[in-house]
């Protein structure tokens, strides 16, 4: 008995100090103007930019979420992934090309039940349109030819669209370009290519880049696509991971394999004339949830400076 009033004593003085002890804490803690206005400010809901197009990405920013956790956001009824960019919750949105205009809206659920409501809006694109020829190695200009094209373009695109994603943010920071400046844009994502009857949508940017021209992965990420295709040529899909990936096509070498981790900047490949080309360039796809969207609007969001 006299053993174990020896432990519990030293035991209780103790509990009584550290309770004085935080108290203490607590009291000095004063506020910095920053916590005031944290404390002060409502949970808010902002987008980067206030509106946009269809075929365009934007950045959702949830403010003064001080303590609060968040238990869900979405865009238009889905579900989209959260992460941390410059300090704050975030997440990332395309809108298709031909995605519905009009206002889509953004609900923010917090675990205690709490819902805060915004919205997008998504305007109409002018959409180019401009004819472009199917070269010799593909059947030449002919009904057959073009029906081949348009019927490997929907294979090709259903395998990228099979592409896995990590459930985990593997980008860090800002993204860079895939080739180094001088920088000269050929073809801008977005118009229309009129190929004898069909149409179909220019869902990337195409970049200047003479055969052999250093390919770089535009940030950290997985490579989880090395293929050759019919349309698409020699094509590497790197996972940035939540939904975002890089896609560059028309390669004429591939210097990284399937299930590599790779750093931004890192050689990937080189450029090259493969596929459905008239001349070698380099073409960027950038996806979002699935959804292609304009390269250089969404280096305008997460891009280096
Ligand atoms: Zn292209």
């Given at each position: 008995m006299k053993k174990l009033l020896l432990l519990v004593i030293p035991v209780l003085i103790f509990g009584l100090y550290w309770s004085r002890r935080e108290t203490v804490l607590v009291v000095n803690q004063r506020p910095t103007t920053d916590d005031k206005q944290q404390v002060l400010g409502e949970i808010s809901i902002s987008t980067s930019p206030a509106a946009i197009i269809q075929g365009e990405p934007v950045l959702i920013t949830v403010n003064n979420l001080g303590t609060s956790t968040i238990k869900s956001l979405t865009v238009d009824g889905k579900k989209i992934p959260v992460f941390i960019h410059e300090g704050k919750p975030s997440a990332l949105v395309g809108i298709d090309l031909r995605g519905k205009i009009g206002s889509y809206p953004i609900i923010l659920t917090l675990d205690d039940g709490q819902k805060i409501e915004s919205k997008l809006i998504v305007g109409e694109r002018v959409i180019t349109k401009a004819p472009l020829g199917i070269p010799d190695e593909l059947g030449g200009n002919t009904p057959e030819a073009e029906r081949e094209l348009i019927n490997t373009?929907?294979?090709?695109?259903?395998?990228?669209?099979?592409?896995?994603t990590s459930p985990e943010k593997l980008w860090d920071g800002p993204f860079r370009l895939p080739i180094e400046?001088?920088?000269?844009?050929?073809?801008?994502?977005?118009?229309?290519?009129?190929?004898?009857?069909?149409?179909?949508?220019?869902?990337?940017?195409?970049?200047?880049?003479?055969?052999?021209?250093?390919?770089?992965a535009m940030n950290s990420g997985m490579v989880r696509l090395t293929t050759n295709m019919r349309n698409y040529g020699n094509v590497i899909v790197i996972d940035h991971g939540l939904g975002l990936h890089t896609i560059y096509m028309h390669l004429s070498e591939i210097l990284t394999k399937n299930g590599d981790t790779v750093a931004k900047g890192q050689l990937i490949a080189k450029s090259g004339a493969t596929g459905y080309v008239l001349g070698p360039h380099l073409h960027l796809t950038v996806r979002i949830n699935g959804i292609s969207i304009d390269p250089l609007k969404f280096m305008a969001l997460l891009g280096e400076g």
């Open positions: 373009l929907v294979k090709e695109g259903a395998v990228i669209s099979a592409v896995p400046p001088p920088i000269t844009i050929t073809d801008v994502y977005g118009y229309s290519r009129q190929t004898g009857a069909s149409s179909i949508s220019h869902k990337g940017t195409d970049f200047r880049a003479a055969l052999g021209t250093p390919v770089y």
